[in-house]
């Protein structure tokens, strides 16, 4: 009996392991991103790497420049159709949201946004993951249009 507890706990540990934001699956989810933005013109700027199982709600700042058009990424485990449960709020400077990734109307979230920078400044990428969200390692990918 102790064996079988011991190989219980022993698989939950490995269980774990695997869901956290090991070099490779970091690897792995940049490549998804960036080739998000590949096929609509834009050119890689910036990865961001963001590890949840600690906060559930991470967030970054950029400088955007004016006149230019960015496009931001977002990949995890899941299927592109079946991303669910993060959401990406984008506030400039005076932190006013200017976009997300969830689409109210269809209930989903999107794996990328777009957006044109009319100001230059600062901007501040906030990502948060619902309960619900089991893997909690992410990459975000900014990349840029002229």
Same mark, same amino acid.
Request: glycine share 6%; charged share 25%.
């Given at each position: 009996?102790?064996?079988? *507890?011991?190989?219980?706990?022993?698989?939950? #540990? =490995?269980?774990?392991? $695997?869901?956290?934001?090991?070099?490779?699956?970091?690897?792995?989810?940049?490549?998804?991103? *960036?080739?998000?933005?590949?096929p609509h013109g834009y050119t890689f700027l910036k990865s961001y790497r963001?590890?949840?199982?600690?906060?559930?709600?991470?967030?970054?700042?950029?400088?955007?420049?004016? #006149?230019?058009?960015?496009?931001?990424?977002?990949?995890?485990?899941?299927?592109?159709?079946?991303?669910? =449960?993060?959401?990406?709020?984008?506030?400039? =400077?005076?932190?006013?949201?200017?976009?997300?990734?969830?689409?109210?109307?269809?209930?989903?979230?999107?794996?990328? *946004? $777009?957006?044109?920078?009319?100001?230059? #400044?600062?901007?501040?990428?906030?990502?948060?993951?619902?309960?619900?969200?089991?893997?909690?390692?992410?990459?975000? *990918?900014? =990349?840029?249009?002229?």
């Amino acid at each position: 009996m102790k064996r079988y *507890v011991l190989l219980f706990f022993l698989l939950m #540990g =490995g269980a774990a392991y $695997a869901q956290q934001c090991t070099p490779e699956v970091i690897r792995e989810y940049t490549r998804k991103c *960036v080739n998000q933005l590949r096929p609509h013109g834009y050119t890689f700027l910036k990865s961001y790497r963001i590890d949840a199982s600690s906060n559930k709600t991470v967030e970054y700042s950029y400088i955007f420049n004016r #006149g230019q058009t960015y496009m931001i990424t977002f990949a995890n485990e899941s299927n592109p159709e079946e991303f669910s =449960g993060i959401l990406f709020e984008l506030f400039d =400077g005076s932190r006013r949201k200017l976009i997300d990734n969830f689409n109210p109307a269809l209930k989903e979230y999107r794996t990328a *946004v $777009a957006f044109r920078c009319s100001q230059t #400044g600062i901007y501040y990428l906030k990502f948060t993951f619902e309960p619900s969200v089991k893997d909690y390692c992410l990459v975000s *990918v900014v =990349g840029f249009k002229r």
